[in-house]
C-alpha cells in the first residue's frame, strides 16, 4: 500500500515538475538577479541616476521648471505624469509618462504601451541627463520576465500564478518521497556524504533531495508571497485570515480640487516644499499629477521604516493638504501585511542579510527544475540503455538466424 502510494506521489511529482519546470527556473534566476536590484542599479545606471551638486549652491531648482524641461522631451500630446524625487543630493529627479494602448495588439508585455517615456533631470540646471523608453531596460526586462514572462499581464499573471500553486504542491510532495524508511537511510538524506568516487549522478539526486528539503519551508513562504500578488483571490484569502475572518470594506474617500484660481505660486511647488519640511527624513517622495480638473497632487511619502510611510492629496490649485492616509496605526492587519508583502517576497525586510537569504532560496528553487529533470532523463536514458542491451541479445541468440 505504501510502495503504490509514493509510485503515485513520485509520477505526480515527475508531471508536475515537466509541466512548469522551465517557468520555475526562469523565477528562479529573476528573483535571484532582482533581490539585489536596488543595490545594483545605481552601480550599473550611474550616469543617469547621479549628478554633481554644484559646490558653491546646493539648492534645487523649483520643481515646476524641472518638470517644464522633461515635458519638452515628450511627443506633442503627452504630458508628464508623475516623477520620482529621492532626498539624496546626488540624485537625479525622475519624470515618467505611460499611456496604455487599448487596441489589444500583440501578446507581449512591450504591447501593452501606447508610449511609455523616463526623463531624468539634474535638479540644480534642469538639464536633460537621460531620457528613454523604460520598456527595454534591464531591471524592467528581468521584473517583467518574473511578473508575466514578458507576455502581456492578462496573459502572463496566470501563467506564472498556476506555474507557483504547482511549484508548491511539487515541493510538498517532494518532502514525501523524500522522508526515509528508517534511520540508515535517514543519514544518506539530511546531508552530502560524498567521497572521492562518488559518481555525479548520486551528487546531482543528493542537490535536488537535500537541498530541496532544507530550502523547501521557506520557499514555499516565498512562494505564497508571490500568489498575492498573482490571484486577487489568494490576496483577499490571506487578508481576509489575518483580519480575523472578517471582510473589511474600503471606505475611503474619492478626494477632489476645489476649481479655483491658482495662487502666484505655483502649486506643485508649494507641495514639494511642504514635503521637504514635513517630511525630511524620508528616502523617496513619488508624486503624481492630476488628470482631469478636479484631480489631486498625489504624494507617497517613503520612508526606510515603512511603518513611517503615508499617502498625502493635496489641492492642485492651491497646494493645499487634503488628506494624509496610509498611517500604519489606521491600518488592519491585512492591509499590514499587504504593505510589507514586497519587502518579504524580496527579503528585504530583513535587510541585506534578508537579501541575501532570498537570493540563495531563488537559486535553489531554480536549481530544482535542473537537477529533477536530469535525474529524469538519466532514468530514462538507463532504460533505453537497457531495453537496447536485451534486443541486441534477442537477435543474437535468435535460432532463426542461425543457417
Not at 508623475?82 to 500583440?106: A, S, V
Not at 535587510?351 to 530514462?380: E, N
Request: charged fraction near 20%; charge should be positive.
Amino acid at each position: 500500500m505504501k510502495r503504490n502510494f509514493k509510485k503515485l506521489i513520485g509520477k505526480i511529482h515527475l508531471w508536475l515538475g515537466l509541466t512548469s519546470g522551465l517557468v520555475v527556473f526562469i523565477l528562479g534566476i529573476t528573483g535571484c538577479i532582482w533581490a539585489f536590484e536596488e543595490e545594483i542599479r545605481p552601480w550599473i545606471y550611474s550616469d543617469k541616476l547621479f549628478v554633481h551638486p554644484p559646490t558653491e549652491q546646493n539648492q534645487h531648482r523649483a520643481l515646476s521648471k524641472n518638470l517644464d524641461a522633461a515635458q519638452q522631451v515628450l511627443l506633442p500630446g503627452y504630458r508628464i505624469q508623475r516623477m520620482t524625487i529621492h532626498k539624496d543630493p546626488e540624485r537625479t529627479q525622475l519624470f515618467r509618462h505611460y499611456t496604455r494602448d487599448t487596441t489589444n495588439r500583440g501578446v507581449w508585455y512591450w504591447n501593452e504601451a501606447e508610449y511609455s517615456q523616463s526623463v531624468y533631470i539634474n535638479p540644480y540646471s534642469s538639464e536633460v541627463v537621460a531620457a528613454e523608453n523604460p520598456e527595454f531596460a534591464f531591471f524592467n526586462v528581468v521584473l517583467w520576465m518574473h511578473w508575466s514572462l514578458l507576455l502581456k499581464n492578462e496573459i502572463g499573471q496566470p501563467i506564472v500564478g498556476m506555474a507557483t500553486i504547482i511549484f508548491v504542491i511539487m515541493l510538498i510532495t517532494g518532502l514525501v518521497l523524500w522522508w526515509p524508511r528508517n534511520k540508515a537511510s535517514r543519514k544518506q538524506r539530511v546531508w552530502f556524504r560524498w567521497k572521492p568516487t562518488t559518481k555525479w549522478k548520486r551528487k546531482n539526486y543528493d542537490l535536488h533531495n537535500i537541498l530541496g528539503f532544507y530550502s523547501m519551508f521557506l520557499v514555499i513562504f516565498i512562494a505564497l508571497t508571490g500568489l498575492m500578488w498573482a490571484f486577487t483571490w489568494f490576496n483577499d484569502g490571506v487578508k481576509w485570515i489575518a483580519d480575523g475572518g472578517k471582510t473589511i470594506e474600503n471606505t475611503s474617500m474619492k478626494i477632489k480640487s476645489t476649481v479655483t484660481a491658482s495662487s502666484a505660486v505655483v502649486p506643485l511647488d508649494i507641495v514639494y516644499n511642504t514635503l521637504r519640511t514635513d517630511h525630511a527624513e524620508a528616502e523617496v517622495y513619488y508624486i503624481g499629477l492630476p488628470q482631469d480638473s478636479t484631480g489631486t497632487i498625489g504624494a507617497y511619502v517613503e520612508y526606510e521604516d515603512r511603518t513611517k510611510t503615508v499617502y498625502q492629496q493635496y489641492d492642485q490649485y492651491s497646494g493645499k493638504l487634503l488628506h494624509t492616509g496610509g498611517r500604519w496605526e489606521e491600518k488592519t492587519n491585512g492591509e499590514k501585511l499587504s504593505a510589507l508583502n514586497y519587502d518579504i517576497h524580496v527579503g528585504a525586510i530583513g535587510g541585506l542579510v534578508g537579501k541575501t537569504i532570498a537570493f540563495f532560496l531563488s537559486l535553489f528553487a531554480a536549481s530544482l527544475p535542473v537537477t529533477g529533470f536530469m535525474i529524469w532523463y538519466g532514468r530514462k536514458f538507463k532504460k533505453r540503455k537497457r531495453k537496447s542491451i536485451g534486443r541486441k541479445k534477442t537477435t543474437t541468440l535468435n535460432p532463426s538466424r542461425i543457417s
